[in-house]
């Protein structure tokens, strides 16, 4: 053939030729490199021909799958309780505390009293706790932009101190003392609000709050919750279930939070808040 159609005929076969070639090379060093030689990787390559296929493509979900690295676990608390860190905690004086929570005053309140209900009140609350709140605060377990700013300007006696200066102050009632729990608050109550707080739900694998907080809403050591602000209560938990906060050491909040519906974290907010479950 020749003349014009003779030359657009070499064109157009020439194309296809080079573009076949080019297909082919493709496909070859596609699959040398991603599929054949990621084989050869003694503990890193991919573990079946649909996990090279999609390291190839850049999916990487599947990082345990193919043995790549694995991300950091998340630290809850660089907090230790031995006995160093609880006479640390302990060791704060009242009165300097008083001074240093005049920065305070602008959220918590007056004497550790707040009006705003998604803030929460510091009077009352043990020493231990409020310790270990800012400690986490200062090395970034928790986070809030005001409070970790605050805390990184505190040393370790301050914050002992700030914590004996609110542990002093009427508000939430104090962890210390004889309590006798109000009768009939078990899995038998009528009230399902009060038997989640008290017994769990076995069935789906839930522990009272009342196994960590106290059956009066106060135990040493952890978070004081009876006349807490409910707002504050209800945030914390949707935090610690969606795991924007994570500072609880073998994660029970987060677990235990993770399996409560909308209306059940908003209830035993509710019901600590108001007081019904305190001790007599």
Known sequence: ?????????????????AICVLSGVMVMAFGIGFLVLPRFQRGRGPSSTRDAIHQALGFHTHEKAIGGPQPAPRIPTYVVWNESTIHQALSGDAKRGEFIA??????????????????????????LVVYKQLDDFRSGTRVSGPMSAIAQSLTAQQTADVAAYYASLPGVPQTGGGRIPRSGRSYRSNDATERLIFAGDPKRGIAGCAACHGPGAHRLGAPGLARQNAAYIEQQLHDFAQGSRANDMNMPMRTLAGMLTEDEMHAVAAAYSSGMVEAK
């Open 102 to 127: 005049i920065n305070c005053v602008a959220c918590h309140g007056e004497k550790g009293m707040t009006s705003q209900t998604w803030i929460p009140n510091l009077a009352g609350i043990d020493p």
């Open 1 to 17: 053939m020749s003349g014009e159609n003779g030359k657009t005929w070499f064109q157009d076969a020439w194309a296809f030729t």
